[in-house]
């Protein structure tokens, strides 16, 4: 079946560490996305690429970065200088802006 | 700029009552809406969406919703909850554009009582 495989479902930063939350799609869609989701905050993007070796920042791309070297991977890398990084990471993909995004099913990221 | 309010963060019904979940928007171009459900640990699934054409849009689960364009909402209606509707719902809109993001609410959980 196709769809967005997000890895690992849990994960655990120590202090100064940098992280990376992989994200995979076997749906051929151009269009791939980085959410960050907090309780009461809704879904807040952070990176999106709408096509290989092309991205842009999204509204809270501090501390964080991408990169877009396959279609179907788009890894996010939260690095040391994101100070509050516990949250609940969702990445989606669309094959055209018009149409509704397809999620995984979530990294969680904890701080040890 | 576009934003999205939901009113009301948590709502509670009886199984077998109506659903209504509120959504309005602001769009500064003609909005493509949507509605998405998640469960505990999961991502979204969509539920429905609104391009264009009829107002009424049918989506999963028996769920419907309105586009009201004079009062910029997006209401999601179920006739009669179930328990497995239990479940925090996310609406959503985009710009119609090639350059409109995806803008979020802020979510409402549903608590469905027996």
């Known amino acids: 079946d196709g769809g967005i495989t997000q890895s690992p479902k849990y994960l655990f930063r120590k202090e100064g560490q940098n992280v990376t939350l992989s994200c995979e799609q076997n749906?051929?869609?151009?269009?791939m996305y980085w959410y960050r989701q907090d309780p009461g905050q809704g879904l807040r993007l952070i990176y999106y690429?709408?096509?290989?070796?092309?991205?842009q920042k999204g509204d809270i791309a501090e501390g964080y970065s991408v990169s877009r070297e396959k279609k179907e991977s788009f890894p996010l890398t939260v690095t040391s200088a994101q100070k509050n990084p516990t949250a609940f990471y969702l990445c989606?993909?669309?094959?055209?802006?018009?149409?509704?995004?397809?999620f995984g099913d979530g990294t969680r990221l904890s701080i040890l | 700029a576009q934003s999205v309010t939901q009113l009301g963060s948590h709502v509670s019904v009886s199984e077998g009552a109506l659903v209504l979940l509120r959504c309005n928007y602001s769009?500064?171009?003609?909005?493509?809406l949507f509605w998405y459900v998640q469960y505990p640990n999961q991502g979204l699934q969509l539920l429905l969406k609104?391009?264009?054409?009829?107002?009424l849009v049918k989506g999963i689960n028996g769920f419907e919703a309105e586009f009201k364009k004079s009062e910029t909402s997006f209401h999601l209606t179920k006739p009669s909850a179930h328990m497995s509707d239990a479940a925090e719902y996310f609406c959503?809109?985009?710009?119609?554009?090639?350059?409109?993001?995806?803008?979020f609410g802020q979510g409402t959980i549903l608590t469905v009582h027996p």
């Open positions: 989606a993909s669309t094959p055209h802006w018009a149409q509704p995004q397809h």
């Open positions: 749906l051929n869609h151009d269009a």
């Open positions: 690429s709408q096509i290989v070796n092309d991205f």
């Open positions: 769009s500064s171009v003609p909005p493509y």
């Open positions: 609104y391009t264009t054409g009829a107002t």
């Open positions: 959503a809109v985009k710009g119609g554009t090639s350059y409109g993001k995806l803008t």
